[in-house]
């Protein structure tokens, strides 16, 4: 029997505001350690986005490169990392051949050849499972942009080459290993009618990649998906997940629960799978109120917490519904919970839902794609997909760049 955990977006060096995550990463990083070693763990799956940006700070790089050699010292467990779409495709390649003395392999760029994807458990000489290792597709690896093209003409163009690039990848597994050999797929993608949160950044000009759950071949007996950081199934495809972020990245997600994914694969290559819950180390908590009910809510907030005893200190978004939060009323909310067991980070007015977010059903039209567009990081990326003179390395550190300006200039 084969033992695989399904995991993704660590999202390692990611701050929340100006505070660092580096703790609550550390202490679920021995957890999973622990977790491998308890259920002997033969594979783990990392399906993108180890790192919050493209160029991580020192720190989120150390823990990473100690949770493999730790890994590697106490475990014979392989390790698959594929490149999300915060990674580096090249920061996650440059230390492969030393990766690989680790058991690890890691796949940043989609492979020339496909082949180079599939990577059989445990050898080629004896396959019982093959791993085909998709990184995130970026959009100049699907198609070439092109002037004048409609939301219509982009989506179909995406849609379809990512299928094409799946039904590849599972037409050469199955040259090379003939059922009933199970095959897994990696992806870091957005599936179709999936659950979002708003710490997750639109991976595809104006969203249009969006891929149908059913697009997947049948081939694959489990699909093990990155981007989206709630876990969960896609629509009513099972055997196609998201395992979700191992720590909440942003108040949106204070009421998820996170998990890892066991999935065990019996000597007749029977599928079966099961969820890990991952302990919760930090609350983010979210507390709406209008501004004359605000301090009996902190009040009763403090009360329940001082009860729980959490690990580490929560952290408090205030959101007000009738007041623009300034000095003074953010000062007095301090003021109120200086003895708390908690601290408040952020004091925000409730965001009204626009008229065309309220009219917006699950069907995405023609007007609601074409004012997607108009964010500027997607128009960003669709005007350097017209500039075809640009190399991978040209074409990366333009994308980071801005992602770079947007951040400082939004203050995140």
């Not at 491998?36 to 990473?64: M, R, T, W």
């Amino acid at each position: 029997m084969l033992r695989i955990l399904h995991t993704a977006d660590w999202h390692l060096g990611k701050l929340l505001g100006d505070l660092s995550r580096v703790t609550e990463h550390a202490q679920f990083l021995d957890f999973l350690l622990d977790c491998i070693i308890d259920e002997k763990i033969d594979v783990l799956l990392i399906a993108g986005d180890v790192f919050d940006s493209a160029n991580p700070p020192q720190s989120a790089v150390a823990q990473y490169f100690q949770f493999l050699s730790a890994l590697h010292q106490r475990s014979d467990c392989e390790v698959i990392v594929t490149a999300g779409n915060h990674d580096s495709p090249a920061h996650l390649e440059a230390p492969k051949p030393l990766l690989k003395l680790l058991r690890t392999h890691v796949i940043g760029h989609l492979p020339t050849d496909l082949l180079d994807a599939l990577i059989p458990i445990p050898s080629a000489e004896n396959p019982q499972l093959i791993l085909a290792a998709i990184p995130f597709l970026r959009d100049k690896d699907l198609r070439s942009g092109q002037s004048g093209q409609s939301a219509a003409e982009i989506q179909s163009a995406l849609n379809q080459s990512i299928t094409e690039i799946y039904q590849q990848a599972a037409a050469r597994a199955r040259e090379l290993y003939p059922a009933p050999i199970p095959l897994i797929a990696l992806g870091h993608l957005t599936v179709a009618g999936s659950n979002s949160s708003d710490s997750e950044r639109e991976i595809h000009i104006g969203g249009l990649g969006a891929l149908p759950a059913d697009k997947f071949p049948a081939d694959f007996a489990y699909v093990a998906l990155g981007h989206l950081h709630r876990p969960q199934a896609c629509g009513r495809h099972e055997t196609i997940r998201y395992a979700g972020s191992p720590i909440p990245l942003s108040f949106s997600e204070s009421t998820d629960r996170k998990e890892l994914r066991l999935l065990e694969i019996q000597d007749d290559f029977t599928l079966s799978q099961r969820s890990i819950p991952i302990p919760l180390t930090r609350k983010l908590i979210q507390i709406k109120s209008d501004s004359t009910a605000i301090e009996q809510k902190l009040h009763e907030k403090a009360a329940t917490l001082a009860s729980e005893a959490p690990a580490l200190t929560p952290w408090v978004e205030v959101i007000l519904s009738d007041h623009i939060p300034g000095d003074v009323i953010t000062n007095r909310i301090h003021e109120l919970c200086a003895d708390a067991p908690f601290t408040v980070i952020r004091v925000m007015q409730q965001r009204p839902l626009s008229s065309a977010q309220l009219e917006r059903d699950s069907t995405t039209t023609d007007v609601d794609i074409d004012d997607r567009l108009s964010k500027p990081a997607e128009l960003f990326q669709h005007r350097l997909l017209q500039e075809t003179s640009l190399n991978e390395d040209q074409y990366e550190k333009l994308t980071v760049a801005f992602q770079q300006l947007l951040t400082l200039q939004r203050g995140e």
